[in-house]
């Protein structure tokens, strides 16, 4: 895929030469009402070919058409085929998969653009194949809270694409340009029925999902950030086979999944260096007594 210019959309290219076109030939242009949920815009020119497109003042798609042109991936297939759903496939079975459906579509979001609203219905699997989005939840109070932010390659939502309430579980947002494959759900349901190894990876995501799930659970259970902390440092030592450990994350998330301030947990580190439990470097924890940890673990 050519490279866009640095802050000038595919979208916004589309838009401007459609609009223009439009604007020449006299066609119909019916802009949607000023509705702060549904501000719709849509011009016909060509009903061969269509891009669809989301902006941040409209919740629901918008489509413009404009004449066909040849269907490629986006990326670098090395770098698509890191996603876990296309994990062990061959370049050939993937351009096989994503180039002989014309229902996959290549979509381009703004910085700012909404990919999916929050509870609304997933009939789509979205894959992110360049730049970085947000993942926020919004209560009934109106009160945002950030869930993660998400970096291409990568896919969203994709274990809600299917159930007897599929929705969206929260508003994902472009941080930045971003470039995507959106596959219909009923494509994606062809692609388990047709490639054992894609089904097979859904399904290794389907599995991962519900024992990481698990485990955040139980860590949300437990009450003390101590312990929290004594279980978290018990399974790091024990899947890297030592009492020294590296920290799988920052701080930051270290805290967010904990379900805690990172303040309160940086006191509660500084608490169990003091008492001789551990020591703390960076990303670096040094377990001094394991048996006590496993003990309070344990309690």
């Keep these: 895929m050519k490279k866009r210019k640095k802050g000038v959309s595919s979208v916004t290219l589309a838009r401007k030469k459609v609009l223009h076109s439009s604007h020449m030939a006299q066609k119909k242009c019916d802009i949607g009402n000023t509705h702060p949920e549904k501000s719709v815009t849509s011009v016909t020119l060509d009903p061969e070919k269509s891009v669809t497109f989301a902006t941040l003042s409209t919740f629901e798609n918008q489509e413009i058409t404009q004449k066909p042109t040849p269907k490629t991936l986006p990326m670098d297939n090395s770098d698509l085929l890191r996603i876990p759903l296309f994990h062990l496939l061959s370049e050939d079975e993937l351009n096989g998969l994503i180039n002989s459906d014309p229902a996959i579509k290549e979509m381009y979001f703004e910085k700012g653009d909404i990919l999916a609203m929050q509870d609304t219905h997933c009939n789509r699997l979205i894959i992110i194949t360049e730049g970085r989005v947000k993942a926020e939840m919004i209560d009934e109070t109106g009160r945002v809270i950030k869930v993660e932010e998400i970096v291409a ?52 995501i389907s599995t991962d999902f519900a024992a990481r799930l698990s485990r955040r659970l139980s860590m949300l259970a437990l009450h003390s950030i101590r312990k929290k902390l004594a279980v978290y440092l018990r399974d790091m030592s024990r899947r890297q086979n030592s009492d020294t450990i590296t920290i799988d994350r920052t701080k930051s998330k270290l805290a967010d999944h904990f379900g805690v301030a990172r303040t309160s947990l940086e006191r509660e580190l500084a608490a169990m260096q003091r008492d001789g439990l551990i020591t703390s470097d960076k990303k670096i924890i040094a377990i001094l007594k394991p048996q006590e940890i496993k003990r309070i673990a344990l309690s």
């Excluded at 349901?189 to 290794?204: A, I, K, P």
Aim: aromatic letters at 8%; hydrophobic letters at 45%.
């Design 153 to 204: 390659p990568s896919t969203l939502a994709i274990l809600f694409l299917f159930g007897s309430d599929n929705r969206f579980p929260v508003q994902v947002t472009a941080l930045e340009d971003v470039s995507t494959i959106v596959i219909p759900q009923m494509s994606v349901l062809r692609m388990l029925r047709g490639n054992e190894t894609v089904l097979r990876n859904y399904l290794n």
